[in-house]
């Protein structure tokens, strides 16, 4: 599996490809496209209420995915040594013309956010990047999306997913995990 890490302002970055066979993400992006998303995410800034697409998913039905046996794997090699409770998950469902604002997930520095991009094909022209920020606000890492590529980040990282292009005819889909850490 191609991987890569990065560090920004200490706190850990790690990205790995081909997490799970392309016709299990196919599958799941499927799943995603027809489930019924819900406009009930809130980020904020500067005074600005942006609300975004999502997919709930309960935490009890997404551990018991294997999407989700094949990240927790990755977490541990990545954070070897921790433990992580699941807090939260869900899918993003971005498209043309969203608007998705910085944020950090949570304060705490041993809380971890895994994202799976989830489409059987993305074209680069179409965007979508992940963009991290250093805690001083620029950014300075661009994850691009690409089928079945995993992200885990310390959650304390602001980031902030950007929308596809108008090129891109389908919808930018984000599984994510939210989870707390028992410290390192």
């Not at 939260?88 to 043309?96: E, G, L, P």
Request: with cysteine; charged share 25%.
């Amino acid at each position: 599996m191609p991987r890569y890490d990065f560090r920004i302002d200490g706190r850990q970055l790690f990205v790995i490809d081909d997490v799970l066979p392309p016709a299990r993400i196919g599958n799941l992006a499927t799943f995603f496209d027809f489930a019924e998303a819900r406009r009930v995410e809130s980020d904020s800034a500067g005074g600005i209420d942006a609300r975004s697409w999502i997919v709930p998913l309960e935490n009890d039905v997404a551990s018991r995915q294997p999407y989700y046996d094949a990240i927790l794997r990755e977490i541990s090699t990545s954070f070897a040594g921790e433990t992580f409770t699941l807090k939260r998950a869900y899918c993003n469902v971005v498209s043309f013309g969203d608007i998705l604002l910085p944020h950090r997930d949570s304060s705490a520095d041993s809380d971890v956010t895994a994202l799976l991009f989830v489409a059987e094909t993305w074209d680069r022209a179409w965007g979508g990047e992940t963009i991290f920020y250093n805690d001083a606000g620029d950014a300075v890492h661009a994850v691009s999306p690409r089928p079945g590529r995993l992200v885990l980040f310390r959650s304390a990282i602001e980031h902030r997913g950007t929308p596809p292009s108008r090129l891109c005819t389908q919808t930018r889909l984000t599984l994510a995990l939210k989870l707390t850490g028992s410290g390192r």
